[in-house]
Each structure stands twice: as C-alpha cells, then as structure tokens.
C-alpha cells in the first residue's frame, strides 16, 4: 500500500477493492453479519408501520408532486448503515502480514585446487580441459548456500588465488582470470598444492571441511610429496576429493599450420590421485569429457549439502482503527443530523 494512503486515514482508497482484497481477516467470521443490516432494517420499517404515528390529510390531487428531495428522509438511514458496516470491517480486524524468512546453515569449507598445467590445454574437453573446470566449478559455487569457498591453482607451483570467502560474484570473477601464464614455473606441484590448501583450512572452525583437487597429471613438481601433504590435510579433519580429467591415447592438442589439429599421446597415472582421495577420506574420480565432469561436482555437491535452517517472523499490522475513525465520523454526523431541525425536516 502507498505510503501516502497509510498517512491519511482520511483518504478514500480504504474503500477500494483493491484494498480490501489485500487484507487478511483475523476475525472473519464477524463479516457474516453484513447479511443482518438489511433485516434491522427491515425490521424497523414493520415496526414503524405497524405502530408509528400516522396523520391523515387531504391535499388536492396537483399539488402531490415528487420531488428529488424526497429521498433526503432517507439519508439517516444510509449513514446509520454505513457506521454499521464500518464496525463490522473493524471487528473483522483487517489486517497484513510481512512474512520474513532467514535461513541459514553452519556451513562447509570448501577449497577448490584446480591444475592449470600446460597439459590442461589439451582438447578432448570443449574449449580445453582448464575452461571446461572453470565452466563446472563456476557452477558448483552458485548452487552453494553460506558456505566458504576458497581457489588455489598450480602448475609447477601453487599459488592462493582466492581465501575462504562467501563473496561469490567475486570467486567467479577469480574463475573467469585464471589463465595458463598465472605461474611460470611448468610442471604439476600436486603436493604443494594440497599443502596452500591446508594452510588455508587449517584455522577453520567449519564443521565440515573439504577439498576438491582436479588435476590432469603426476606430481612432476614442488618439494612436498603429494602422500605427506594429504596426510597433513587428513590431521586437519579435511575430506579430499581428488578427480582426474582426460582421456587415454591420441587426444587433440593445439593446431597445425593448416588449422588442423595436432595430436599426442596423452597417459595418466590414477595411483597417486586415488592415494590422495583414501587418506582423505573422500573419493577419487575418473572424468573423460565435459559431462562426465558435471556430473562428479554434483555429486559432490549433493554429498557435500549443510542442513538449511529456517526463523520465520511475522510482522503484522492492524487497519481496524481506520474504520472505526470512519464509522465515529459518519455517527457523529448522524447525531448532528437528528438533533436539529433538518431531521424534521427529513422526517416529513
């Protein structure tokens, strides 16, 4: 409702259907008692027949003519009505309610360590194997709820692009920056990288904590062993799921002088990868295109789901006193109007 409406009480948008068709009822049933206005009424018209005064007089014929302020006798009787319906509507308590929900969950810590090594160029991934990981995590961040989410990338180094944080417009704008030249140094630092991770983790109070790793190849780099460092992570209660992207044999990679394809052996050990995922206590998986991918991150964001609690609040407000103001406005004129001599006058 406009905020000028509720300043004036006065103001005749009260009565408007569509006023009375936002309101709830809290006493509803009182609405009812419409349907006894018209029998008081009719009642009282009985009675006033049955027992009023009567006066006899002969007038000649031409001088009964109607006239239209006849039908001011029956102003009274429209404005006692209307006071009735008013207190009526108010008994009914019009009313509406601002329902207000705040969910919340205590959440989950979730680091996402995502390898942007030379072999993540590879196309047997639509653009390539780094653009289908950004397009599926990018994904993953928006069906999240409350929950910190943190991005390390690696290569031949690792490298915190982004802290726990639930500023997801921000994560993805990390998402869409991260490119092949973000780290120098060439090779696939698997160990450091889960140890970035788990410093980053390893102050959480979360509940529940979980890394994702993604990776397309052997720990070729870094000075931390890979085992030692998922050891590390276990100590600090952090579940590792480990997924391996690529497919086995000649895959696509890069283009000739002519715009044709180039193609190599691609080969990937799983061993260390699905050692990551048992001492983590997570599950290691196997992707070979773009929606085998899809489907690994929702299951591990079904798997990975913080019970959402719901507060409800109910804020109400009451409009009954503006049609008691209306119905003590119209009765006082009804006095006005039967204490002078314009009721005689009405009358006759």
């Known amino acids: 409702m406009d905020k000028g409406i509720l300043d004036s009480w ?22 009812l008692a419409f349907a006894i206005i018209p029998l008081i009424f009719f009642f009282r018209w009985i009675i006033l ?27 009274p009787n429209i404005i006692i009505a209307l006071v009735l319906a008013l207190v009526i509507i108010a008994l009914a308590r019009p009313q509406k309610t601002n329902e207000k929900v705040e969910q919340w969950t205590e959440g989950i810590d979730i680091m996402l360590v995502i390898d942007i090594s030379e072999s993540m160029q590879i196309e047997d991934f639509k653009p390539n194997r780094l653009e289908a990981a950004k397009k599926v995590a990018s994904d993953f961040i928006r069906g999240r709820f409350q929950d910190r989410i943190g991005i390390v990338i690696f290569s031949g180094d ?38 970035v991770a ?26 931390i062993n ?25 895959v696509p990679f890069g283009k000739d002088f002519f715009g044709r394809p180039n193609y190599i052996e691609n080969t990937l050990d799983e061993t260390t990868l699905r050692k990551i995922a048992k001492i983590g206590h997570g599950e290691f998986f196997r992707v070979s295109d773009n929606k ?4 690994v991150f929702a299951l591990i964001d079904n798997y990975e789901k ?10 109400t407000t009451d409009f009954y006193y503006i049609y008691l103001r209306w119905a003590l406005v119209l009765f006082l004129f009804w006095l006005l109007l039967k204490s002078t001599f314009v ?6």
């Open 10 to 31: 006065l103001s005749l948008n009260w009565f408007a259907p569509a006023t009375f068709a936002g309101f709830q009822w809290h006493n509803r049933l009182f609405l």
């Open 49 to 75: 027949r049955a027992f009023g005064q009567k006066l006899a007089l002969a007038l000649p014929k031409e001088q009964i003519k109607w006239s239209p302020s006849v039908l001011l006798r029956h102003l």
């Open 158 to 195: 690792a490298y915190s692009l982004s802290p726990l944080t639930t500023d997801y417009d921000l994560l993805e704008a990390y998402l869409q920056d991260i490119d092949f030249n973000m780290i120098e140094s060439r090779g696939t630092a698997i160990g450091s990288a889960l140890a």
């Open 198 to 223: 788990t410093n980053r983790m390893r102050e959480s109070t979360a509940k529940s904590k979980v890394l994702i790793l993604l990776s397309d190849g052997d720990n070729t780099a870094g000075n």
């Open 226 to 250: 890979p085992v030692t460092a998922a050891e590390l992570a276990d100590a600090y209660n952090i579940k590792i799921y480990t997924i391996a992207v690529g497919k086995e044999g000649r």
């Open 292 to 295: 085998a991918l899809e489907q």
């Open 306 to 315: 913080a019970e959402i609690k719901e507060t409800r609040y109910k804020d």
């Open 343 to 348: 009721s005689n006058v009405l009358q006759d």
